[in-house]
């Protein structure tokens, strides 16, 4: 007997897009009893497979069950850093919940009914957060001897640092930007991600002992060799994937088309949304158009929808996209709160064209109407153009979000480390160590863009292996 | 980050040109000419790019220097030695491929000039023979007169109004040069239109060209895209594939036209600062 999934509470529609605030509001105590009560239990979990971490999901959710919060919290911070983050940003339908017992074998992703473990996991977070309960640690007299390099600190080098830092191990993480946190900083809009989330996990990693130092680009200020000649004993790259992708259609270059990482930066880590309090400007448009249908693409045109609100300007903020909505790589939640909130959607569409005034500013934006053809080796349907289909939209701000290449500013000057064609490093896939000595990677600079996740899976991985090292050494 | 030293080099129609030394102890042991830094004056401020014009390694500091043009120039020339920058990263960019070309021409206009002392220091230094041309509207804007001759074996100068030097433009100057002579580099920075024109001049003759673009950027490690340029046809970004570029492929149009983006907003924050 299943009962129906407990609903999570929300910022209604009207507050919050015009605002900056937390759409999701998670759950109270009652609505979080609730729904880890819908849990079975299974004998055999399949859920936990489904985790890139593998948290122990039924024995947390078990714990909720009998109010025993503290030991949930201790259960899943044994394999994931950060459960308020994760509660936030997992694309759950497609991990843990696409395991569940109550998802369908052959859906694409979770059913409705799946248990929504993320919210459960947000909650639990949260509590551990609002009570500061501590984590354990073990240290280690040996590695406590020792000091680790952290390059980057987004989700695979923050959750390295925290893995590293509970053995004791000093770590210092290396950012380039003035603010720590990575894409969760630059990337993930507040109203996805408060920052006083990501705040206090980046606080609770500097208890622990680990410092930030922002500004500092290696591969520019140091080369790996001289942070090792510095005494750091082994060093972990989470470069991300850091270049964005354009669509290489003509007039791309024309004034306001942005790519989603410039759109976002400016809006997230500048605080552009409040110029001229803060001093990044950004164009917002009467036709924004965003192209993609990933995450990034919700929050690009969720972002872009905000500042037309907020701007008293009429919200006409649309995502473009080749497939259908099925076949977008997106959260399911994060769809259904774009269209809730009135971004509009074309599906089918191909950009061909873009073009501009005599000022260079954008203005219109041409494309191909399509068709799903056959599968591709991603195993979605391919989109091909229909001919002769081509139409024309308003287009005064458009924002690209079709993915993201490595970047190369460190791997570009560090010659020893091995690349494979996209740029991005080679690991040993068991313990994360790249073609050099005492160097691991881990997050989107291994294998390309993942989710935050996979990106502390890896983390936790090679640091793993990085302790194993150390005490070999 | 601190400020060390600062001083005005400059001061006409109220908009000043100012010199600040910051300590960058790490930046300053890597940095080579044509390379720039990403600077904040506050944790509002902006992003913004500015070449590092000298380097002092047993101080550890750098040298920038910058017209006070927009909002975060003035905020940065508000600040006084003592004070420090919020943000500062670098160096950034590839740095200016020095070796031995024979004959070179430097052309620097307006606040430029800052920019190609590193430059011409460094030709110099790798024994080239370096001829500069510097170019202002009058001759009370030009600045590093005297550096600029040090780091070079002959310097002329243009003005617009003929106050100093030639009357008219760099590209006048740079035009008779190479009727005259053969040379084997010519290096350009200054205003887009001037860069431009140079780009033209040179044309004709074939000698090798090289331009340092000053397109707006972010966070200026290859992230945003905010810098694209055109450049033989292809999508560049400034910041990781330049500043440099060969004068001859560069879409200059689309560059003029992509650095005036923001022109509105910043004419607006500046009435609303004050500034």
Known sequence: MIKDPVKIKERSCQERSASFEEVVLGYGEEEALKEASRCIQCKNPTCISGCPVGIDIKKFIFHITKKDYAAAYATIREKNNFPSICGRVCPAEYQCRRKC??????????????????????FVGDFGKDNQLPVATHKDPVLSKLKVAVVGSG?????????????????????????????????????????????????????????????????????????????????????????????????????????????????????????PEFHTPITIGKHMIVIGGGNTAMDAARVALRLQKMNNIPANTSIFYRRTETEMPARRLEIEHAKEEGVQFKLL?????????????????MCLQCKLGEPD????????????????????????????????????????????????????????????????????????????????????????????????? | MKIVSKDILNQYGGVRIVRISVEAVGIARKAKAG?????????????????????????????????EAGLTTKLLGQLNVGDSLYSLV??????????????????????????????????????????????????????????????????????????????????????????????DLVYAVGPIPMMRNVAKT???????????LNALMVDGTGMCGCCRVTVGGKTKFSCVDGPEFDAQLVDWDELLKRNAIYQENEKHICRLNNL
């Open chain 1, 155 to 275: 989700p695979a080098g923050l959750c390295a640092a925290g893995e590293l830092a509970r053995y004791g191990i000093k770590v210092d993480i290396f950012e380039a930007l003035h603010k720590a946190g990575g894409v969760l900083q630059y990337g993930i809009p507040p109203f996805r991600l408060p920052r006083n989330i990501l705040d206090f996990e980046i606080d609770y990693l500097k208890k622990l002992g680990v410092s930030i130092m922002p500004n500092v680009i290696i591969g520019r200020m140091q080369s790996l060799e001289e942070l090792f000649k510095e005494g750091y004993a082994a060093i972990f790259l989470g470069l991300g994937a850091g270049t964005p992708s354009f669509l290489g259609v003509p007039g791309e270059n024309l004034c306001n088309v942005y790519s989603a990482n410039e759109f976002l930066t400016r809006v997230n880590l500048m605080s552009a949304y409040k110029f």
């Open chain 1, 349 to 365: 569409v191909q950009p061909v064209k873009f073009s501009g005034d005599e000022k260079g500013n954008v203005k219109k934006l």
């Open chain 1, 377 to 473: 080796a991603s195993g979605r349907r391919r989109p091909v153009a229909v001919e002769g289909s081509d139409f024309e939209a308003d287009c005064d701000v458009a924002i690209i979000a079709v993915g993201l290449n490595a970047n190369t500013i460190l791997t570009g000057v560090t010659p020893d480390l091995q690349l494979d064609k996209w740029g991005d490093i080679v690991v040993n896939q068991e313990t994360m160590e790249t073609s050099m000595k005492g160097v691991f990677a881990g997050g989107d600079i291994v294998g390309g863009e993942g989710t935050v996740i996979e990106a502390m899976g890896m983390a936790k991985k090679a640091a793993r292996a990085i302790t194993e090292y150390l005490k070999k050494l």
């Open chain 1, 101 to 122: 017992v109550f998802t369908k074998k052959d859906e694409p992703f979770a059913s409705e009914r799946a248990i929504n473990i993320h919210f459960l996991e947000r």
């Open chain 2, 90 to 183: 670098g160096p950034l960019g590839h740095a200016t491929e020095i070796k031995k070309y024979g004959k070179v021409i430097i052309v620097g206009g307006g606040v430029g000039i800052a920019e190609i002392y590193p430059v011409a220091q460094a030709f110099k230094q790798a024994g080239n023979k370096v001829t500069m041309i510097l170019g202002a509207r009058t001759k009370d804007i030009l600045i590093l007169e005297k550096e600029l001759k040090e780091a070079s074996d002959s310097l002329l100068i243009a003005t617009d109004d003929g106050s100093y030097g030639k009357k008219g433009f760099t590209t006048d100057v740079l035009r008779e040069l190479l009727a005259q002579d053969t040379y």
């Open chain 2, 35 to 67: 390379q720039f830094v990403v600077l904040m004056t506050s944790e509002k401020g902006e992003r913004v790019p500015l070449t590092i014009v000298g380097v002092d390694n047993k101080k550890g500091t750098i040298v920038l220097i910058f017209q």
């Open chain 2, 202 to 212: 040179t044309r004709a003759s074939g000698v090798k060209t090289m331009v340092s």
